[in-house]
């Protein structure tokens, strides 16, 4: 592969990469609805997920199929090279954002709380599951327009939002690590910082200058 065809592939794989901890426990989740018998658990927190599979089930397949169909979204060959490839994954990413969204909103709704739940950030996650909606449909409506930069902006912030959940993980992760275990307090920390780093990302990545328009404004 050239450098030039590996740069185009540089940004999807660091999102993906960035989402590799809530991807694989949603991989998890799924092989554990599918592979145990609910009978035998007895930990509460873990069986609000067997009493209502459907949402958790919907919420983790279609928050990993954004994560991954948004990440290619980037590629700039693709969407300049291949519109209608770029329109059908946008549509497949923006029905997932939206189905994952709202099923995540249904689950802070309906569930009974985590043991450990926070109800800060239940409000944060009811506020942001919504608003990933509302900025694809704003996003979708800007496209139908041919509003590309409005466009553009609103699908990087609805990705941001969700892309957070992997800035979180490895956050508590590397918290964790360093705090020698879990403490609950830190991990919630550790979720708004994660939802900060989403959301300013997101707003420099749409508002720094294109690589060549800085290039000329210096000449
Ligand atoms: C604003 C966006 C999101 C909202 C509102 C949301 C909401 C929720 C809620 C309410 C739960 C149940 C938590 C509990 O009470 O135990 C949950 C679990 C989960 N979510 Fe999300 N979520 C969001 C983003 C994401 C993303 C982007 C992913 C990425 C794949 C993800 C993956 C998961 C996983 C794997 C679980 C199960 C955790 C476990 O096994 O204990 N979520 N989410």
Do not use: C, K
Request: charged share 10%; aromatic share 10%; net charge positive.
């Amino acid at each position: 592969m050239s450098n030039v065809s590996r740069r185009r592939w540089r940004v999807p794989a660091w999102l993906i990469f960035l989402g590799i901890l809530p991807i694989a426990a949603s991989l998890y989740r799924i092989a554990v609805l599918i592979g145990t018998d609910p009978a035998t658990v007895t930990n509460t927190d873990e069986l609000r997920f067997f009493a209502q599979p459907v949402s958790i089930a919907l919420h983790v397949i279609f928050a990993v199929a954004f994560l991954v169909l948004g990440a290619f979204q980037f590629v700039p060959h693709l969407r300049i090279g291949t519109p209608s490839l770029h329109r059908l994954i946008g549509y497949g990413a923006a029905v997932s954002g939206i189905i994952f969204a709202l099923s995540g909103v249904y689950m802070v709704v309906t569930y009974p709380p985590h043991s450990l739940a926070n109800p800060y950030i239940d409000i944060a996650r009811i506020i942001l599951g919504l608003a990933i909606p509302v900025m694809i449909a704003l996003g979708i409506i800007r496209a139908i327009r041919r509003e590309f930069p409005a466009h553009r902006a609103w699908m990087i912030r609805a990705y941001a939002l969700a892309a957070s959940s992997g800035a979180q993980s490895w956050l508590i992760a590397v918290a964790m690590l360093i705090n020698g275990g879990f403490d609950a307090t830190l991990a919630d920390t550790m979720m708004w910082l994660g939802w900060a780093i989403g959301i300013l990302a997101a707003e420099w990545v749409i508002h720094r200058q294109p690589r060549q328009h800085r290039a000329r404004s210096v000449s």
